[in-house]
């Protein structure tokens, strides 16, 4: 029951980290006057790998 509960607490954290990539992403593009998929992947880009590597560790 433990080990499923911190499973569950674990893959939670990466979703969470996984996410927040793009939500910084996408605040970064809403701040630009234009809205295309290239200019998305470049703010993605721009976002620190940290978040990336801290959700696979977890």
Known sequence: MVKSFLGSIFVLI?????????????????????????????FLKNVPNNLLILSVIS
Not at 23 to 40: L, M, P, Q, Y
Request: proline share 0%.
């Open 14 to 42: 990466s979703t969470i980290l996984y996410l927040t990539r793009y939500i910084c992403a996408a605040i970064g593009v809403s701040t630009g006057g234009t809205w295309s998929i290239e200019e998305f992947n470049v």
